[in-house]
């Protein structure tokens, strides 16, 4: 049997599953150990035994299981970096990337380039704050969570991909003892009686959820943020599409003196909000 052969007949299962195409196919490429290049001119080939009995096992338990492929691979990229994933963190999301995006812009706008201190604040695998000291140098980064088990995920992230990050183990800011220039948040959003998919459940619920309108973490952490925020300072949120208008609404009461800006994702989504002070802020 070919690739070409083995992916059809996968892709057809997935459809009938309600399951994503692009997601068995990049199971058949991992457990082939082979880059997308390799992948595609190699598509006429035939499979090994070996990789297709491995590849057909792992199918069977993400079509009828609910095992997301990238646990079922050991990681999921992000930023064109392979973090490691497991059911202790939330598996890095395509709209986290344009967070990540955004906040390499705006370093670029808003401080001109300088040296300056981040936090990641609920740093999961440590996608956001990993990827943030690997692509920028000037940044000083930290990452915190509550979680023991998602911070040790995120220390083999640290170590695999040589990020020069500090880890720290905090229940939000109840143990962070410095100011930063700016602190990034991608917080649970997901309301508490939201109906999820079977596969998301996989994933931890500490991770998820975020009271009954899924904003409960928001009004906390911009209750608290300012003794933890320089003079000149920006903070960065990704959110629920459907919650701009109550976060904007959290920051004004309680950060009446930050310029708030809300951005939508590339699917033209309210996603981000950012709350600057005492720099340039601009709506572009």
């Not at 082939?32 to 992948?39: A, E, K, L, R, T």
């Not at 990452?143 to 992230?157: G, W, Y």
Request: aromatic content about 10%; proline content about 3%.
């Amino acid at each position: 049997m070919t690739y070409d052969q083995l992916l059809r007949d996968a892709s057809k299962k997935a459809i009938e599953k309600d399951k994503e195409v692009e997601a068995v196919k990049l199971l058949l490429m991992e457990l082939s150990n082979q880059d997308p290049h390799q992948f595609y001119l190699n598509l006429k080939k035939d499979v090994e035994d070996n990789i297709k009995n491995n590849f057909l096992d792992k199918l069977d338990l993400y079509l009828n299981n609910d095992i997301p492929v990238q646990h079922l691979i050991g990681h999921a990229y992000f930023y064109g970096h392979a973090f490691s994933v497991s059911s202790d963190v939330l598996i890095p999301r395509s709209e986290t990337e344009s967070l990540v995006e955004e906040v390499l812009y705006l370093y670029d706008t808003y401080f001109d380039q300088k040296e300056i201190s981040v936090l990641d604040l609920g740093t999961g695998s440590g996608c956001i704050g990993i990827t943030l000291a690997l692509e920028e140098p000037h940044m000083s980064v930290s990452i915190s969570d509550i979680s023991l088990d998602a911070l040790k995920v995120a220390a083999q992230n640290k170590d695999k991909l040589k990020a020069n990050v500090e880890i720290i183990h905090s229940d939000l800011f109840n143990n962070i003892n410095q100011k930063f220039d700016m602190i990034v948040s991608n917080p649970p959003y997901i309301p508490d009686e939201e109906v999820i998919d079977n596969i998301v459940k996989k994933e931890p619920d500490v991770a998820l959820y975020g009271g009954q309108l899924g904003v409960d973490f928001y009004e906390r952490i911009l209750k608290d943020i300012k003794p933890f925020l320089k003079e000149k300072s920006l903070i960065a949120f990704e959110h629920g599409y459907m919650q701009k208008d109550v976060i904007r609404g959290f920051a004004q009461k309680h950060l009446k003196d930050g310029k708030i800006v809300q951005k939508k994702d590339l699917q033209q989504k309210d996603r981000f909000t950012f709350i600057g002070f005492g720099g340039v802020l601009n709506d572009e």
